[in-house]
């Protein structure tokens, strides 16, 4: 395939007719995004509002003491219980460990004791094992 049978693969036969609806896209965009002034007055009606305008306050809240001290006591109840929680999940997670310990010592127990009887019974046969 030369290269211009690949060029034209590659093109839309309506290539003319796009080049020509992007140039009238652009076209209206221009027109549409000029540059328009605006009426006749508006800046002053703008600063006039400006300065009529009230200032916007904002809401100042207070808490009554009582609220104070609820809001304390709250927190404090809080961070309390989250140390609790977290000493509880240290607890089991030790306790977790310990059990997996001793799991692990009774295992080596019983393979140890396993394999003191099987050289034992090789002993008896007449075998002699690698040691």
Excluded: C
């Amino acid at each position: 395939m030369s290269v211009n049978q690949h060029e034209e693969l590659n093109q839309p036969e309506d290539w003319n007719q796009r080049d020509e609806s992007f140039a009238e896209l652009e076209q209206r965009l221009a027109e549409t995004l000029r540059r328009v002034d605006p009426p006749v007055g508006f800046a002053d009606r703008v600063m006039e509002h400006a300065g009529t305008a009230k200032p916007i306050r904002g809401k100042v809240v207070t808490m009554a003491p009582r609220r104070v001290w609820a809001s304390g006591a709250i927190a404090a109840a809080l961070v309390v219980g989250a140390f609790v929680g977290e000493q509880t999940h240290l607890r089991h997670e030790r306790e977790k460990a310990e059990l997996a310990q001793r799991q692990f010592d009774l295992a080596m127990k019983i393979t140890g004791d396993t394999l003191a009887h099987v050289q034992q019974q090789l002993q008896q046969a007449g075998i002699t094992s690698g040691n």
